[in-house]
């Protein structure tokens, strides 16, 4: 249901995200940064607040589709806006804090050391500027951000039903027979 625009999937079990272009080819694959907090919503009034203000339970990536629009953050710099409202955004991974390991968290081949931030999605600098920005800068986009803690029903209504795995292993073995 992207209606004709380019869209991204982030995957947040697995820290990482896929970019499509507006016809569903895939342009791209990074790894991805994500809240420190797990959770698949925001804290009510959570974009208004003060960043300082932002309790560490507090710092979750929602799951959902969001309809992104290409914007700047209060430093100027140049961010694809998630949810607006709860002040999510995708942008290049700021390494200013040395303790915090931010590239090499993006570097490991595990996503348990992904999470960092306050709930943006950050991104190695060079698949932002090369893949994410030119896609998502000109016109609106959508982003499905998959839950992590809630059935993804739950979050994407209208889904078709997936059977679970053990109903799907008992078809194939009466196929066999």
């Known amino acids: 249901d992207a209606q004709g625009r380019p869209f991204m999937v982030i995957d947040k079990r697995a820290a990482a995200v896929h970019v499509f272009d507006a016809t569903g080819r895939l342009t791209g694959t990074s790894p991805v940064l994500l809240g420190s907090a797990r959770g698949d919503h925001s804290a009510p009034g959570i ?22 629009a ?18 999510v955004s995708m942008h290049r991974v700021r390494a200013t804090v040395a303790h915090e390991r931010r590239l090499q968290r993006l570097a490991s081949p595990s996503s348990a050391d992904n999470r960092i931030s306050y709930g ?5 600098a060079s698949f ?22 809630k059935p993804l029903h739950a979050v994407f209504a209208g889904l078709p039903s997936v059977p679970d795995v053990q109903t799907v292993k008992m078809r194939s073995r009466r196929v066999a027979s």
Not at 120 to 124: A, F, S
């Open 47 to 68: 974009g208004q607040r003060p960043i300082a203000a932002v309790r560490p339970f507090e710092r979750t990536t929602p799951a959902g589709r969001f309809v992104t």
């Open 70 to 87: 290409s914007g700047r953050n209060l430093d100027g710099e140049p961010v694809v806006w998630i949810d607006y409202e709860a002040a």
């Open 120 to 124: 943006c999605i950050n991104v190695p």
């Open 128 to 149: 932002y500027e090369s893949v994410v920005w030119p896609a998502f800068s000109r016109a609106p986009g959508i982003a499905y951000v998959l839950p992590e803690t």
